[in-house]
């Protein structure tokens, strides 16, 4: 079992920058995929980006290709989401997920752990 705290959010404008942070207990940390979703207001939690265990490769939703990074710091036992250019449909609570086993990257259903969130508020 792993437990996830996310840290980071805030309130920026259109074009601003902000990096959440991940931070997960246990000595185990290398052993987890870890992934980024997000919420927005009536809508469903939808992928962001993820990682692989050893920080070599990762994967980003369409939406935030080119703006967004996702890296990890395994002696840190944490994850990191550094967002550029942020737009206004950024807009959401981003949720930081966790799992040994992870077939399908994107799907919300594949990770076992989540944090509980941190709000990202991008105004116009």
């Known amino acids: 079992q792993v437990q996830l705290v996310e840290s980071g959010g805030g309130v920026v404008q259109a074009g601003g920058s902000l990096r959440l942070s991940c931070a997960a207990s246990g000595r185990t940390f290398i052993t987890y995929v870890m992934g980024w979703f997000r919420q927005a207001p009536g809508k469903e939690r939808e992928f962001v980006a993820s990682i692989m265990r050893s920080g070599g490769t990762t994967y980003y939703d369409d939406s935030v290709k080119g703006r967004f990074t996702i890296s990890r710091d395994n002696a840190k036992n944490t994850v990191y989401l550094q967002m550029n250019s942020l737009k206004p449909e950024d807009t959401a609570v981003y949720y930081c997920?966790?799992?040994?086993?992870?077939?399908?990257?994107?799907?919300?259903?594949?990770?076992?752990?989540w944090g509980q969130g941190t709000q990202v508020t991008v105004s116009s």
């Open positions: 997920a966790a799992d040994r086993s992870v077939a399908q990257v994107r799907v919300v259903g594949e990770y076992a752990w």
